[in-house]
């Protein structure tokens, strides 16, 4: 058992965030490093033994339940950008590719009735996320601020709501926390990045990334510190660090990391989670094979 955290500005060096299901918005300037704050936590989950097997557990017990699914034979890190992690003694792991727009259950909300034909029509294909998995979410607050919030289905808010019940970590940034919807905010808790370092070697080499952040509880927590112009110490302060440029691992234009360029011939793990041909067409037919993202398999 761990000791609870108390928030009142005490200092830890790198906070472990998925001892059990949690909610995080990771807000800053821009250039503070957001998304390489998220990468670092994504990458070290993607080598948690222990993560794997609660996924693997959780998926058990649906398939005791009566659902047709598969046992991750790998970590189930998701995110909305292209990022690859590295570990001492291993080889690359890649994190699973997800759309935003897409995280949804399927409560039968996804699928419309055309009043003239009474033909079912699909509103939205929801992506299927194992239980227990770990996200992580660049700019959120584009699709999940106030006015796009009212516009989702029901099928997609319940998603975000009912977290818990599908034991998901979730990590989203944006610059602005106003930017995210208040449903959302009422959720989550708050980590506000202070400053990020690049630490150079003599020969000019970034060789290790270093955050300062604060991490409130709640958002109501937040908001209070941002009320008291932000001198309140209701926060904890973590020291994070990483051993490496972690800019390199990852890619938030689309395109594949630079650590994977030239590599994907290699007898790396990569190559039991790339689609045969970068189409579209190929990545459903591998995500149908792999059951990701197949229709009769999806629970709510």
């Known amino acids: 058992m761990t000791s609870p955290i108390t928030y009142n500005g005490q200092v830890v060096e790198n906070l472990y965030l998925f001892e ?7 807000v800053g300037l821009p250039g503070t490093g957001k998304t390489s704050y998220i990468t670092g936590k994504l990458s070290q989950a993607m080598f948690d033994h222990d993560l794997h097997e609660e996924t693997c557990d959780q998926v058990q017990l ?41 995280l949804a259950v399927k409560d039968g909300t996804h699928i419309a009735t055309c009043k003239k034909t009474g033909r079912k029509i699909q509103l939205i294909d929801p992506q299927f996320i194992p239980p227990g998995s770990i996200l992580g979410l660049q700019e ?9 919030w009212k516009n989702l289905l029901p099928c997609q808010k319940k998603f975000f709501k009912r977290y818990r019940h599908y ?23 708050v980590i506000e990045i202070q400053t990020v370092e690049f630490i150079k070697s ?5 060789i290790h ?17 941002l009320a008291s112009g932000k001198t309140t110490k209701n926060y904890i302060t973590e020291i994070y660090i990483i051993p490496f440029d972690i800019r390199n691992n990852y890619d938030s234009y689309g395109c594949e990391p630079d650590f994977i360029q030239g590599n ?36 709510d």
């Open 62 to 102: 649906k398939i005791e339940g009566g659902f047709n699914l598969t046992k991750p034979y790998e970590h189930s890190v998701c995110a909305n950008f292209h990022l690859v992690a590295e570990e001492w003694g291993y080889s690359p792991r890649k994190a699973w590719n997800v759309e935003l727009e897409r």
């Open 209 to 225: 990334t270093k955050w300062t952040n604060r991490h409130f509880a709640n958002g109501s927590e937040y908001e209070k510190y």
């Open 202 to 206: 003599k020969s000019g080499y970034s």
């Open 140 to 148: 959120a607050g584009e699709a999940l601020d106030s006015h796009n």
């Open 20 to 26: 059990k299901p949690c909610f995080k918005i990771v």
């Open 167 to 189: 034991r998901l970590r979730i990590l989203m940034d944006t610059q602005e926390y106003g930017d995210i919807a208040y449903r959302i905010r009422v959720l989550a808790g």
């Open 264 to 299: 994907l011939n290699q007898d790396y793990e990569l190559k039991h989670i790339y689609p045969p041909a970068h189409t579209r067409q190929a990545y459903m037919d591998y995500y149908n094979e792999k059951d990701l993202n197949s229709k009769e398999y999806f629970y």
